[in-house]
């Protein structure tokens, strides 16, 4: 049974801070790329930074520079440090667990609320 649940998430006003975690069990944690996604309502779901099992990392242009993926293999969690908040950063953020090929090997958590508002 695989299961991604983060945690991490509230409401902080504009410029504030929050990490967001990941812990996830019933899969080979370190194989697998992990991801950060949100979606607003009324907006398409979309990557926030991904982090591959060797370490690397991309981030969606908005937020190059203010947010940071880590991973914790022996913890299985993957992190997202989120600095500078903006009120459009506000969204459901979503962990995702995928590995080749992601059409059998492709999970998700159920998500956690970021709210930036002041």
């Known amino acids: 049974q695989v299961q991604l649940v983060e945690s991490g998430g509230g409401l902080v006003q504009p410029g504030g801070s929050l990490r967001l975690s990941c812990a996830a069990s019933g899969i080979a944690f370190s194989t697998y790329a992990m991801g950060w996604y949100r979606q607003a309502p009324g907006k398409q779901r979309e990557l926030v930074a991904v982090?591959?099992?060797?370490?690397?990392?991309n981030y969606a242009d908005s937020v190059k520079g203010r947010f940071a993926i880590s991973r914790d293999n022996a913890k299985s969690t993957v992190f997202l440090q989120m600095n500078s908040l903006k009120p459009e950063d506000a969204a459901v953020y979503l962990c995702?667990?995928?590995?080749?090929?992601?059409?059998?090997?492709?999970?998700w958590g159920q998500g956690t609320q970021v709210t930036v508002s002041s």
């Open positions: 982090i591959s099992s060797g370490g690397t990392t």
């Open positions: 995702n667990a995928a590995r080749v090929p992601v059409r059998l090997y492709n999970y």
